[in-house]
C-alpha cells in the first residue's frame, strides 16, 4: 500500500460519520475569497481577514460536524433562501455564454426575457408569454 493509498484510506476513517461539504460551504469558501481579496485591495485588512476567517471556521465546522441532518437542514434553508438569487446568476452566466449567439430583449409590457439570434437585422419580436409585439435590431 502506497503512502497515498494509507492517507486516502485514514482521511476517510477521518470523515466517516461527518457531514462533508455543500452548497452552502462552497459559498461561505467563497465569501471568504470575496472578503480576502477586498481586504487586500483595500485598506481594511484587518477587519476582512476577521470575517474571512471566520467564514473558514464555521466552514470546516460544519464540515467535521456529526449532527449530519441539523447540517443538511442548513443547506436545505439556504438553498430556499437563495434561489432567486442563484437563478439570476445562473441566467446571466448563461446570456454571457449566449451573448455571441443571440440579443436578448426585455418585453416592455411583462419584463419576460426574450433572446433573438444576432445578425437577424431589424425584427418586430412577439413576447411569448404576453404577446406585446415590439420592435428591436438583433
Ligand atoms: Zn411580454
Redesign the pocket.
Known sequence: MSFLDKFREKVSHFMSGRYGSDQLNLTLVILALVFTLIGSLTGIRMVTTLIADALLVFCFYRMLSKDRVRRAHENTVYLEKTYGVRKAISEWFQRLKNARKYRYFV?P????RLRVPRGVGKITIT?K????KFDGKA
Do not use: D, H, S, T
Open positions: 418585453c409590457k411583462c419584463k419576460e413576447c408569454k404576453c404577446g406585446e
